[in-house]
Structure formats: C-alpha cells, structure tokens
C-alpha cells in the first residue's frame, strides 16, 4: 500500500509562504475529494488543520489553505510563523472496500 | 467537550497478547466512525483501520488486515485495538481517532496515544 509522497522538509522565514505537495494516484487524491491536512509538534498528537481538500475546521488560522489540481494536493502557509514549525502529513480517502485511506510520508516544515 | 482518551502506556514481551482501548465522550459514540493509526518510532502516520459502533461494520487497511482486530462497546463508548501474538514491530505510538459519520471524512478528533513497546 503506497503512502502519498510529499517532499521532506520545506523551510521559510517568518512572514513568508511555504507550499507542501501530495502527490497521490487517480484512485485516491485524484478519485476523491476527500484529502486533509494534519499538522504534528514533537510528542503531540496530529491535529486537523484542512479537510476536503479546501476548508478549514473552526480555530484554524486562516494563513492555511489547501487546493488539489489532479493526483496532486497542496498545503500552504501564508504568513510563517514560529509556531507553524512541525511535521505535516496529507491523507487521501481511498475507497471503502479497498484501502480506505492513505497517509503522505510527512513533511517537516522548519521556520528560519 | 468531544474526548478521546486512551489506555495507558504498555510493555510487553514478542508473542503476547495486547488489548488497548479508547473511550469516547461528549459526542454520540454511535453515530461515528472511529479508527487506529499506528506511528512507528521516528516515522509518518498509517492508517489501520474503523469500526461503526453503531452496527461494528469493521474495515482494514489491506496492510493490517488480519494482524490487529478491532472492536467496540458501544454500551461503554469504548474502541479496542488488539493483538494475539505480539512483534517487536509493533512497537509504536496508537492513536485512536475519531472519524466523521460518513466515510471519507476526515479524523477530526485525536486520542492521546498508546505507545506500546515490545521488547524481550
């Protein structure tokens, strides 16, 4: 089972943007509309920062948008700032009955 | 306040057997999916699998079927994640997680995490 691929660190300094790709297949990013964005500081639990490939749950600071174009997705960070340093992952629906979802290999995000 | 707490911290030896669990509050327990990610040491995340408390429709990543069970009592609002015959590769962080009521919605509520070792 393929894991999404995302570059492995991307960096900025504050104030700047930063984009993370997910590069998936047409049976999972490209199949669905389903993909979501999960940010993770060191020995916290991940937290939902985008979901259906564009919203932004309630407390979301809007510097977070996401977009898709084919099989692949986009995170960007508008506005870097100190506290958006962490690991981010993508995660694809990928159909009920045969691999239901896929993670993307993570994506360290470091801020200059 | 939705919650999602985890059993505690295991130790184990290879070949034995583990049952952890997640308890759910605040929302109704039933009406959502709620799933197992495993997070190896150092690594990214994988998703494992969900049940429907509801009715137990259960569902596996093709990667974990017929190495984990998963199940749950909707009476207590608890999921469990088990094995029956432990490895040294599973030592991990397990979050449990909680789904939307229609699959393809995101895990909008996280557990703590159980990190399991498993060492002789």
């Known amino acids: 089972q393929s894991a999404l691929t995302q570059p492995r660190s991307v960096s900025g300094s504050p104030g700047q943007s930063v984009t993370i790709s997910c590069t998936g297949t047409s049976s999972d990013v490209g199949g669905y509309n389903y993909v979501s964005w999960y940010q993770q500081h060191p020995g916290k639990a991940p937290k939902l920062m985008i979901y259906?490939?564009?919203k932004r749950p309630s407390g979301v600071p809007d510097r977070f948008s996401g977009s898709k174009s084919g099989n692949t997705a986009s995170l960007t960070i508008s506005g870097l700032q100190a506290e958006d340093e962490a690991d981010y992952y993508c995660?694809?629906?990928?159909?009920?009955?045969?691999?239901?979802?896929?993670f993307g290999t993570g994506t360290k995000v470091t801020v200059l | 306040e939705v919650q999602l707490v985890q059993s505690g911290a295991e130790v184990k030896k290879p070949g034995e057997s583990l049952k952890i669990s997640c308890k759910g509050s605040g929302y109704s327990f039933t009406s959502y999916w709620i799933g197992w990610v495993r997070q190896m040491p150092g690594k990214g995340l994988e998703w494992m699998g969900i049940i429907y408390p509801g009715d137990s429709d259960t569902r596996y990543s093709p990667s974990f079927q017929g190495q984990v069970t998963i199940s749950a009592d909707k009476s207590i609002s608890t999921a469990y994640l088990q094995w029956s015959s432990l490895k040294a590769s599973d030592t991990a962080m397990y979050y449990c997680?909680?789904?939307?009521?229609?699959?393809?919605?995101?895990?909008?509520?996280w557990g703590q995490g159980t990190l399991v070792t498993v060492s002789s």
């Open positions: 997680v909680r789904h939307g009521s229609v699959l393809g919605q995101p895990f909008d509520y």
């Open positions: 259906d490939v564009s």
């Open positions: 995660c694809s629906y990928a159909g009920s009955y045969t691999r239901g979802y896929v």
